[in-house]
C-alpha cells in the first residue's frame, strides 16, 4: 500500500458514494479546501482526523498510518500539469506571477506569502454571463532576515 493508492480508494468510495467534499470536511469539523488537499495527499491528519476520514471512507488501519504520515507535497505526476483545470492555474501564475511578486513587494517589503500558514476559501459567484470561480488565498507574509 501506498499514499497514492490510498488516495485513489479515497477518491473512488467518494464517486461511488456520492460524497461532496463540504461533506467530508463537516465531519471533520475543518475547512473543505484544507480536508480535500488531505484526502488527495497534500496534508497530514492527526489521529482523530484520520479516524473520521477512515469511517468514512472504509480504510484500513494501515490505509490510516498514511493518512497520517507528512506526505510530499505539490507532488503533481508532470512538472508543466497536463489536466486542463489545473494548467489553467500553471498558466496564471506564468502570465501574473511576475505581477504577484511585484505588488506583495511593493506593499510589504522583500519576502513570501507562506503556503504553510495558509488559507484557501473557493465558492461559486453567480453570474448572468456564466458562474465564476471566486477563490480567496490568504497567506501569513514572511520578510526575509538579514544576518
Not at 470536511?25 to 495527499?41: F, I, N, P, R
Request: hydrophobic share 40%.
Amino acid at each position: 500500500m501506498s499514499r497514492l493508492e490510498v488516495t485513489e480508494k479515497i477518491i473512488a468510495t467518494k464517486v461511488a458514494k456520492g460524497l461532496k467534499w463540504a461533506e467530508v470536511a463537516e465531519k471533520v469539523g475543518l475547512s473543505k479546501e484544507w480536508v480535500t488537499a488531505a484526502c488527495l495527499g497534500q496534508m497530514a491528519l492527526d489521529k482523530k482526523q484520520a479516524d473520521v476520514i477512515g469511517k468514512i471512507f472504509g480504510l484500513t488501519a494501515e490505509d490510516k498510518k498514511w493518512l497520517m504520515a507528512v506526505p510530499y507535497k505539490g507532488s503533481l505526476p508532470t512538472s508543466v500539469p497536463t489536466d486542463p483545470l489545473i494548467y489553467r492555474f500553471y498558466e496564471l501564475i506564468n502570465v501574473y506571477g511576475t505581477t504577484f511578486k511585484e505588488l506583495i513587494h511593493e506593499e510589504f517589503g522583500d519576502g513570501i506569502m507562506s503556503a504553510i500558514d495558509f488559507k484557501m476559501d473557493l465558492q461559486r459567484e453567480p453570474d448572468p454571463k456564466g458562474d465564476r470561480v471566486h477563490i480567496v488565498m490568504s497567506g501569513k507574509f514572511l520578510p526575509y532576515k538579514t544576518y
